[in-house]
């Protein structure tokens, strides 16, 4: 299993409507996870961090499930402009500092 | 202020060559990252500085990989000789102390080998 796992998507909502999607974990050690976005051929972008139960941020939404092991992100009122790819990352742990990445969700957000 | 910046932008180079990447952090950031995207695949960590120091290079590939932050500012990651694999696009992250895991990235490097 894969340390970190995400849907690839595409998914494609309607402007306005709310999406949600998950990422799930297998190391039980993090702590820390976040959601960046990533837009086509750029840098992935810091959009949230969740280090304990939630997180909540304008349109977004960012929980986290440790009995479960996942974590979600809603998008209320989505824009045009969301569209993009969303990463879920953790922390390593164990004493690393690095981030484990999913391979993201390709969310598209049509007019 | 300043976001983390990466030199170049592009590199094709060809099997057994040398290339040299650069990565500068934002500025008061102690904490410097390396990862890589190889086509298909997720983001994955090379290693990790606080300052000048290692702390974790637990994702270097292998020997040919040799990353150094002299000074504790800007860092460079070499890759000598390249090999075919070694093509991907290589991210430079950097973070606060006291906030080592919420890491903002640079625009990368696209290395294509030959």
């Known amino acids: 299993r894969k340390e970190v796992e995400q849907d690839p998507g595409p998914f494609n909502v309607p402007e306005g409507a709310t999406v949600a999607f998950n990422c799930t974990y297998s190391?039980?050690?993090?702590?820390?996870f976040f959601w960046y976005r990533q837009d086509c051929r750029k840098e992935p972008k810091l959009l949230m961090s969740?280090?304990?139960s939630g997180n909540e941020d304008g349109r977004f939404t960012a929980q986290l499930n440790r009995a479960s092991q996942y974590i979600s992100l809603l998008i209320r009122d989505s824009k045009l402009s969301d569209s993009a790819t969303y990463l879920c990352?953790?922390?390593?742990?164990?004493?690393?500092?690095?981030?484990?990445f999913g391979k993201g969700t390709h969310l598209i957000i049509q007019p | 202020e300043a976001g983390v910046t990466q030199f170049p932008s592009h590199s094709v180079i060809e099997k057994g060559q040398t290339v040299t990447l650069r990565c500068d952090p934002i500025?008061?950031?102690?904490?410097l990252y390396w990862y890589r995207r190889v086509m298909g695949k997720e983001i994955k960590f090379l290693l990790h500085?606080?300052?000048?120091?290692?702390?974790?290079e637990s994702g270097m590939p292998n020997n040919r990989f040799l990353a150094e932050r002299t000074g504790g500012t800007y860092s460079t990651l070499k890759v000598q000789p390249a090999e075919l694999e070694d093509s991907g696009v290589y991210f430079c992250?950097?973070?606060?102390?006291?906030?080592?895991?919420?890491?903002?990235f640079g625009p990368g490097t696209r290395l294509t080998v030959t």
């Open positions: 990352a953790g922390e390593s742990g164990g004493g690393a500092d690095g981030l484990t």
């Open positions: 500085f606080v300052k000048e120091s290692k702390q974790d």
């Open positions: 190391n039980s050690a993090s702590q820390s």
């Open positions: 969740v280090y304990s």
């Open positions: 992250a950097s973070s606060q102390w006291r906030a080592r895991y919420e890491q903002y």
């Open positions: 500025s008061g950031h102690d904490n």
